[in-house]
């Protein structure tokens, strides 16, 4: 139940309503204050975040402003085993944790860790990064989600939770100026209109030039965002609560410029990089089918004919009511959401007129959870339902402009899922709990997919289809349930600390595929349609975890640490070869640890610490060459971060001084792991100085990001069948200073 004048939800799916660490804010400094109490309700009830057997990581809105976040995606450089998957020259993004990760490029696939914001499903990559501001909250759930959340997720849930309208006024504003002509504005501004009504307006835009120079254009990966929201928070009693939100945001940028590196296919069928000084095409040392290279060494710069683009506009609205009766809670989450987007690239990355990737999408979504929550003395009871159907028409395809030709695939997946779901607890004297959990769910998905081979001849009107004109519209679908659960045991030896052994099974409903080149699914020596391969099969995991949460040195020092198994079933992979793409199942095995640790080890001075150590493997991937086992695509051994902050008393304020770090082992971006996906290890670090004046309304801050300028990569795809492999940079050194007014 919300009670009057506070904005926390106590029911919602998953939220924290106090303090994660003395780092949060300034005045906590000045107070002396030390690690504080988290509260979560990922059981649907409130409790100690050290009192729940489940790995969390949790960031409030403060937090993330002494970050310097302003993206969805940039919580993953704090998050112990967490990686960003960004296609798309960054215009489409699915979280990856613990190697449970979906790397497919085409819009209408769901991630298996699935993105909530405020507490509705958002099912479309394309909408996964998207503006931080007014944020109360954001926490990351690690392991399979399958029983009390809307949408099930193999991988773990990632949750934003805005701020909420309260009876009490309060505003703020934000502005920021950086590298690239940077400018970043925020603000919101709440309060009551009346005794039974609240209000909150909240808002941002961010622009930058083009990160990317362009030596023959405009420089391209730009920054172009809008992003507003509008919420009314009704209590016409102290039983019921109304709470109503409208979102809309706009990004539209000039994208997809990746760094071009000439390679080939080797012995295997793998792409392999072209050495300087060996003319394997035929047209001069190092160079591709057309005789370019790229000579400078610097990942953020190019020779681009083409200027690709991504527009993409969003709105969603949002009806979440609670009815609150002793010990019983009903709540209704109500959301409907839609979409648009129209992206192209200079897939070859050169100047010369190759290969063009583009894609287009038109996604309607509704969505509907009722659940119910009682009380007893000893034991919890939470159960519900959920509904959520997706319409979505997309395109996918590739322009030839050196041939006049164009391989052009509309296509229309329609989505229906419904489930019913349960969990109880029961308390075994104080020490014991014992938790499970059972979720039934229903998927059926259907497709209308046509592909064409277009010809423009010398770019004039469309003259005549050539070669085919393939639809598999009808026969592929997927229509099947599945369950998942969960068995858990929670000990608590002493006051402090919490030992649990978790068995949880989470599923991923199969799904369609939509592939760029139609030849995959035809038969190699027949050369009949084999519609059958446009169709996945659910993937499942068995997670066995032991985990241990505790509070050391009377409450300076929390640790906690979990150990997993995943035994994974039917692993949904993405191989992709050529122009081929498909997702197939397979077998994997995933295990490996996680620790956090968080102290405040002297007054003024904070300590943050994670770490995470993984073995992801999966069996018989398909390969040119046969079958092999293979490392899991953005699996990283070593996952490393990490962040200490020192403030003190100055000039009648509070000065603070930050610095923080990522660091990941080796990896690959495919899960063939050609040796031209492969990024070596590398560590990222920031630093950020800020001074917040004696009554807290005023911060100034000075941040530089990638402090040391390490030149690494995001994402690659090997194209290596076309002569060229496409690797996406991450952003290099990044300065910038902000100034902040809350009333």
């Known amino acids: 139940m919300i009670k009057k004048g506070v904005a926390t939800r106590a029911t919602g799916v998953l939220s924290v309503s106090a303090i994660a660490l003395i780092l949060t804010d300034t005045s906590a400094f000045a107070q002396n204050r030390l690690l504080e109490e988290v509260v979560i309700t990922a059981q649907k009830r409130e409790q100690n975040l050290q009192d729940v057997g489940v790995a969390v990581t949790a960031f409030t809105g403060s937090q993330m402003d002494a970050l310097g976040y302003t993206s969805s995606t940039d919580i993953v450089n704090m ?130 030039d083009g990160v990317i120079e362009n030596r023959i254009g405009r420089d391209i990966n730009n920054g172009n965002d809008y992003a507003g929201r509008l919420q009314i928070l009704i209590e016409p009693n102290e039983d019921l609560t109304i709470l109503l939100s409208n979102r809309r945001a706009e990004s539209d940028t000039r994208a997809g410029a990746y760094q071009h590196r000439t390679s080939f296919v080797n012995a295997q069928g793998l792409g392999e990089f072209v050495p300087d000084n060996v003319d394997y095409y035929g047209t001069c040392d190092g160079c591709d089918l057309f005789g370019y290279k790229d000579t400078d060494g610097d990942p953020h710069a190019g020779d681009y004919d083409f200027v690709g683009s991504n527009e993409i506009k969003t709105w969603g609205t949002t009806a979440n009511i609670e009815w609150s009766k002793d010990n019983l809670t009903v709540t209704s989450i109500t959301d409907y959401f839609e979409l648009e987007k129209d992206y192209i690239e200079d897939s070859d990355a050169s100047p010369t007129a190759f290969l063009q990737f583009y894609l287009k999408s038109d996604i309607r979504q509704f969505s509907q959870e009722l659940r119910a929550l009682y009380t007893g003395d ?153 519609a059958g391969r446009m169709a996945f099969d659910d993937e499942v995991i068995d997670a066995y975890e032991l985990g241990m949460k505790t509070e050391l040195a009377n409450g300076l020092v929390r640790l906690n640490s979990a150990l997993f198994y995943y035994d994974y079933n039917d692993y949904q992979a993405f191989n992709f070869q050529g122009l081929t793409t498909f997702i197939v199942n397979t077998d994997a095995e995933i295990y490996g640890l996680d620790l956090e640790l968080i102290a405040s080890p002297m007054d003024g001075l904070d300590v943050m610490l994670g770490a995470s150590i993984i073995h992801a493997r999966a069996s018989d991937v398909p390969l040119p060459s046969g079958p092999a086992d293979r490392d899991i695509a953005l699996s990283p051994e070593v996952n490393l ?51 917040t004046t004696a009554d807290e309304r005023w911060e100034f801050a000075g941040y530089v990001k990638n402090l040391t300028d390490k030149e690494y990569d995001v994402i690659g795809f090997d194209v290596s069948s076309s002569g060229l492999t496409e690797r996406f940079p991450g952003d290099p050194i990044w300065w910038g200073a902000s100034v902040a007014f809350r009333l």
Do not use: C
Request: charged share 20%.
């Open 378 to 530: 000893d034991y919890r009871l939470v159960g519900g339902l959920y509904y959520l159907e997706i319409d979505g028409d997309y395109v996918n395809g590739i322009e030839i402009p050196v041939d006049g030709v164009t391989l052009d695939n509309p296509y229309a997946l329609d989505t229906r899922s419904w489930s019913l779901f349960t969990q109880a607890e029961y308390d075994i004297g104080s020490d014991f709990t014992i938790i499970g959990g059972f979720r039934w769910t229903e998927d059926k998905k259907t497709i209308d997919y046509v592909s064409n081979l277009l010809s423009y001849p010398d770019n004039a009107q469309l003259l005549e289809l050539t070669r085919f004109n393939t639809d598999v519209s009808g026969l592929a679908k997927v229509d099947k349930g599945n369950w998942s659960g969960k068995l858990e045991l929670d000990w608590r030896p002493r006051d402090g600390m919490l030992l649990y052994a978790s068995w949880n099974r989470g599923i991923k409903g199969g799904g369609l595929n939509a592939p760029l080149d139609i030849s995959g699914l035809l038969d190699p020596i027949t050369g009949e349609l084999q």
């Open 79 to 208: 998050t112990p085993g967490m990686q960003l998957v960004s296609p798309n020259g960054g215009s489409s993004n699915f979280f990856t944790i613990r190697g449970v990760t979906q790397n497919d490029f085409t819009d209408h696939q769901e991630s298996p860790v699935a993105t909530y914001i405020d507490d509705a499903y958002v099912s479309q990559m394309s909408a996964g990064n998207f503006l931080l501001f007014d944020m109360d909250r954001v926490e990351v759930l690690r392991g399979p989600q399958g029983t009390l959340f809307g949408r099930n997720a193999t991988g773990g849930l990632v949750h934003f939770i805005t701020k909420k309208p309260s009876r009490e006024f309060d505003a703020y504003a934000k502005a920021a100026y950086g590298s690239y002509n940077e400018t970043n504005f925020e603000g919101a501004v709440g309060g009551a209109v009346s005794d039974q009504v609240a209000v909150r307006i909240s808002g941002a835009h961010n622009r930058h």
């Open 641 to 691: 971060n990490g962040l200490v902050r020192y403030s003190w008393p100055a000039f009648g304020g509070t000065m603070a001084l930050q610095g923080d770090f990522k660091y990941l082992s080796d990896h690959h971006f495919s899960i063939s792991n050609a040796p031209v996906t492969r990024q070596d290890s590398y560590l990222v670090a920031n630093a950020r100085v800020s001074y």
